[in-house]
């Protein structure tokens, strides 16, 4: 490995480590109906986040709920701190396209029509302010 790919993935693996993220791997929900509510917690705080997603009527609110509360777990142990004091936020989250699965329904005079039943695979990664603007002070 050449000394700008060590550096760049020295950078990489430093801003992780004040980063939690959880991932859901193959939901069975279209990427761009998931993709709308996406957008909407993105960069919020992870309590109000909650909250939209709790009382939102789309179908995918439950999906990115359950991932939420999993990644604000997976914060809480790996940091060792309650996340109500600690100013936790939706860093990012990435819905990716995974496994179409194709099938036919009939139509009419024998034709067929192509179902493509999509999945998708999302990624939310959560941080602290409190924590990165002690890491920010300490490096001025």
């Known amino acids: 490995m050449g000394a700008r790919k060590r550096l760049a993935a ?50 995918a609110s439950k999906t990115l709920e359950k991932l939420l509360r999993s990644g604000i777990n997976n914060w809480q142990e790996k940091f060792n701190a309650k ?21 036919f329904q009939p139509a009419p005079q024998g034709r067929a029509y192509r179902i493509r039943k999509r999945s998708n695979h999302i990624t939310i990664q959560l941080a602290s302010r409190t924590i990165e603007n002690a890491e920010l002070a300490t490096e001025e």
């Open 10 to 59: 020295e950078k990489r693996k430093e801003a992780n480590k004040s980063v939690c993220q959880a991932k859901a791997v193959g939901v069975p929900t279209s990427p761009r109906k998931m993709r709308l509510l996406a957008d909407v917690i993105r960069g919020r705080e992870v309590f109000d986040a909650l909250n939209i997603l709790t009382f939102s009527t789309k179908h």
């Open 83 to 103: 996340a109500d004091e600690s100013g936790l936020y939706v860093k990012a989250v990435t819905i990716d396209s995974g496994r179409i699965l194709k099938r």
